[in-house]
């Protein structure tokens, strides 16, 4: 029984990943920049993949230290908060997979790890901008976060909300 819920998702649940600087944020609407979605490859699964949390079956504890371990001041990546969707809000959209991928590996462990594999193909000349496509997707996906800020240390799990 557990195998099953761990590797389903539940249509509400709450996916956050962590938002490492308000640099990340537009400051005119409190909206997520692009910049917070760069799916890195990995050519273990040879997919495009967006690392996420599954929050529900996560403290918020956990969370901040996982942030605060992965912080890299020298290039402005310090601990700001927690971007936040839903299984529901991201499957409206074509060509996004949720795959639960816990890493063993980290420090510290990371059991509820997921990553949201980007489906569509594309790979940009180097040195080319992303098509106009590629653009409204990311834009698509990005309407589907909710930014709740956290650098203070101040956020409850209840307040950790998605739109």
Partial sequence: ???IFLTSF???????????????IN????TLKNNFFSFRFNSDTNKNELSCLRFELETIDFCRKFGKTNENPAFNRNYYGL????PKLVKQLP???????????????NFFHCDIYDEYSYEPEI????SAQTNFRIDALKARWKVNTDSEF???K?????L
């Fill in 1 to 3: 029984m557990a195998k």
């Fill in 10 to 24: 539940h249509d509400d649940e709450r996916i956050v990943r962590i938002i490492y600087s308000e640099n990340n």
């Fill in 27 to 30: 400051p005119r609407n409190k």
């Fill in 83 to 86: 971007g936040c969707t839903s």
């Fill in 95 to 109: 060509d996004y997979v949720f795959k639960f991928s816990p890493s063993l590996d980290t420090i510290p462990p």
């Fill in 127 to 130: 040195g080319q901008a992303k």
């Fill in 154 to 156: 101040q956020l409850t």
């Fill in 158 to 162: 209840s307040e950790v909300s998605t």
